[in-house]
């Protein structure tokens, strides 16, 4: 149902959705893994930010995501740490069961498969959310990489084929990748857009939806996709539609359209 609850710190947020989960009270009460708690830790982050205490459960339920939220409120996080969790969990369940190399690379096609994509509007925020992913996942195992323009794509692809779980990229360069046969989408669990006003601001629309529809990624039942954004026009409302799955919403905050 829908409903406006008071934050511990007076910040309004609304939710609705059929079956959204209680907000998590703190980081251990969320359900994230051990090393990824233990990263938070590290990082200084005594307690979650509003958009983190209820993007976590959500998106550690399964549940698609379209999170409105101002700059400054603790995206990254907040889709960092499930998004992380969950592929930790899924590497130890594949390694309890025998099949721990199952992902990453595709040895017939020679491309690159991450199970993560991260999509962002500009070189310095893919750069700045890389930063960021790496440090929460310091001593996980899970390898974040990032590509974006302006600069040379051989060095970005030589770092990727090392070895990808999170892909963090703007749209064009990913293109270009994909384009070349160099990365693959079709192992994707988690598709992540942030800022995605700004990215349709920017023009990115036409790539945003051949990335998301056609260029090999699995259909949205088939994946979790978090879409997050300052402002709801109409133009993101149909994005929602046409890329999330019975979502969950939140509004952090005061939200323009
Ligand atoms: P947004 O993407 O919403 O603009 P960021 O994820 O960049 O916000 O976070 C803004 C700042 O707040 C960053 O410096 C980040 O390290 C810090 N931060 C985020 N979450 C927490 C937290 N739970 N505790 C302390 N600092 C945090
Ligand atoms: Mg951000």
């Known amino acids: 149902g829908r409903g406006g609850r008071l934050d511990k710190y007076d910040i309004p947020v609304e939710v609705s959705g059929e079956g959204a989960p209680a907000p998590a009270a703190g980081f251990e009460e969320a359900g994230l893994v051990e090393a990824v708690l233990r990263n938070v830790a590290r990082c200084g982050y005594d307690c979650p930010t509003p958009v983190q205490r209820y993007s976590m459960p959500i998106v550690l339920g399964g549940r698609d995501l379209m999170a409105c939220a101002q700059t400054g409120s603790g995206k990254t996080a907040a889709f960092c740490l499930p998004v992380i969790s969950g592929l930790v969990a899924a590497d130890a369940d594949a390694a309890a069961g025998g099949n721990k190399d199952a992902f990453g690379y595709d040895d017939y096609t020679r491309a690159a498969r991450p199970r993560a994509l991260v999509l962002a509007p500009t070189r310095e925020l893919a750069a700045q959310i890389h930063e960021e992913a790496k440090k929460f996942s310091h001593q996980t195992g899970i390898k974040v990489k990032v590509a974006y323009g302006g600069t040379s794509m051989i060095?970005?692809?030589?770092?990727?084929?090392?070895?990808?779980?999170?892909?963090?990229?703007?749209?064009?360069?990913?293109?270009?990748?994909?384009?070349?046969?160099?990365?693959?989408?079709?192992?994707?669990?988690?598709?992540?857009?942030?800022?995605?006003?700004?990215?349709?601001?920017?023009?990115?629309?036409?790539?945003?939806?051949?990335?998301?529809?056609?260029?090999?990624?699995?259909?949205?039942?088939?994946?979790?996709?978090?879409?997050?954004?300052?402002?709801?026009?109409?133009?993101?409302?149909?994005?929602?539609s046409d890329f999330l799955s019975k979502y969950i919403f939140i509004t952090v905050g005061r939200v323009g359209s």
């Open 155 to 240: 060095q970005q692809l030589r770092d990727i084929e090392r070895g990808v779980d999170i892909l963090v990229a703007t749209p064009g360069r990913l293109v270009d990748m994909i384009e070349r046969g160099r990365v693959s989408l079709e192992a994707i669990k988690y598709l992540v857009m942030d800022e995605a006003d700004r990215m349709l601001d920017m023009g990115f629309e036409p790539q945003i939806r051949k990335i998301v529809d056609g260029m090999g990624m699995p259909r949205k039942s088939m994946r979790q996709t978090m879409l997050f954004s300052a402002t709801f026009p109409p133009q993101i409302q149909r994005l929602a």
